[in-house]
Structure formats: C-alpha cells, structure tokens
C-alpha cells in the first residue's frame, strides 16, 4: 500500500522558518518525481514546487521561488521543504505527492500538515 | 502567467449528467498539457479521478470520463450520485517542471 507522511507544521512567525518532511512506503521512491502541492483555508490547491526523480532537478512556483527549497534523501524516502522567509499568505495544508516520470500527473497523495504563519 | 480556469460552481440533479471544464489563459489545452482531475471532500485530502485526459484512475468508477473538448479539458460525471457532491479541480502541465491548478469546481447534487 502506497503510503506518503507529511510532518513538521506548526506554527510560525512571518520572516520564521520551517522544514516540512514527508515519509513515504509502498513505492520505489527513487523512481518518482515528487512535489508538494498546498491549500490555504478555504481555498483551492495550489502546486508549489517538485523536485525529479534521478537528477533531483528542482522547480518552484513563482510564489515561493527564492524562499522555499525542495530536496529528497532517497536512502531515507524522504522528501523536504524548507521554507524560509515565511509570510502569512503562506498557511495553508501542505501535501506531499508523487508523479511517475512522464505521467505529468500526481498519483498518490499524503493528508497534509498545516502551517500557520501569524504573529 | 499562466491561468488555469475552471467554472466555480456547478448543480446536477442526482442521476443526471454534468460536464466541467478547465481551460488555459494562454491558449488551447492538449495532451502535452497531461490533464488530470481530482475530487475533494471537506478536511480530506485530494483523490486522483482522471489522468493523461482521459485515463482514469485504479478504483474511480466509470461514470468519471475525461476528455479533450474543443480547446478544454473536461470531465464528465454520467449518473451523478450524492457522494459526488465534491470540489473538483484540474491541474495542467504547462512545461519547464511547472504545474498550475484551476481554481477548482464546486458540485452540488440536488
């Protein structure tokens, strides 16, 4: 059973900082381009950033480029997010998902973790 | 920038059909565009529906279909039932690494 685990949200003042984590179990993870995708409350979704299966090539949305930065250890199936230089227009459910190479589609999806940015 | 743009809001009565679109600010949405759609509940997280237009996901049942319709993705819900009373979005690839989401289609089944 494919499974992915976000972890590290919290609450966080602007200009703070915060690495999110994702698990993940079920999937050749070296294999899979993996991404994060987020939901600010009451909103719709959001792609944010994913980072390439083999090169480990990375990509952002215009919003976060510059502050947030996406990585993998495929020895511990583990994806990151760093996001530096918080802003309150950043809280939303962040959610980790993978993408077979050549798909263009994310397939499995994690539940999520809330990051709040508020003073 | 990109735009991805989805109708709001829709209603379909129960057992009838409903056909939501997701079209692209610069031009026409195709397949190397790889469109895919994805139903959410309330507090849950998004589930894949359709992929690669119109391929739809292990366990979606086939009253889901997507499609290629003039310069749109779209997808259609054929004998729509209660549970289907979701949020529905599509996400477009629009190249270089980069994804964009519509706004997202609220469906009310009454």
């Known amino acids: 059973e494919v499974q992915l685990l976000e972890s590290g949200g919290g609450l966080v003042q602007p200009g703070g900082s915060l690495r999110l984590s994702c698990v993940v179990s079920?999937?050749?993870?070296?294999?899979?381009?993996m991404g994060w995708v987020r939901q600010a409350p009451g909103k719709g979704l959001e792609w944010v950033s994913a980072?390439?299966?083999?090169?480990?090539?990375?990509h952002y949305a215009d919003s976060v480029k510059g502050r947030f930065t996406i990585s993998r250890d495929n020895s511990k199936n583990t994806l990151y997010l760093q996001m530096n230089s918080l802003r309150a227009e950043d809280t939303a459910v962040y959610y980790c998902?993978?993408?077979?190479?050549?798909?263009?589609?994310?397939?499995?999806w994690g539940q999520g973790t809330l990051v709040t940015v508020s003073s | 920038q990109t735009v991805v743009t989805q109708e709001p809001s829709f209603s379909v009565s129960p057992g009838g059909t409903v056909t939501l679109t997701c079209g692209l600010s610069?031009?026409?949405?195709?397949?190397?565009?790889?469109p895919s759609w994805y139903q959410q509940s309330p507090g849950q997280a998004p589930r894949t529906l359709i992929y690669s237009s119109n391929t739809r996901s292990s366990g979606v049942p086939d009253r889901f279909s997507g499609s290629i319709l003039g310069n749109k993705a779209a997808l259609t819900i054929t004998g729509a039932q209660a549970d289907d009373e979701s949020d529905y979005y599509c996400?477009?690839?629009?190249?270089?690494?980069?994804?964009?989401f519509g706004g997202g289609t609220k469906l009310t089944v009454l």
């Open positions: 996400v477009l690839y629009v190249g270089s690494g980069i994804w964009v």
């Open positions: 610069s031009g026409s949405v195709s397949t190397s565009n790889y």
């Open positions: 079920g999937f050749t993870f070296s294999s899979y381009v």
């Open positions: 998902a993978n993408s077979r190479p050549g798909s263009g589609f994310w397939g499995h």
């Open positions: 980072i390439s299966d083999s090169d480990a090539g990375t």
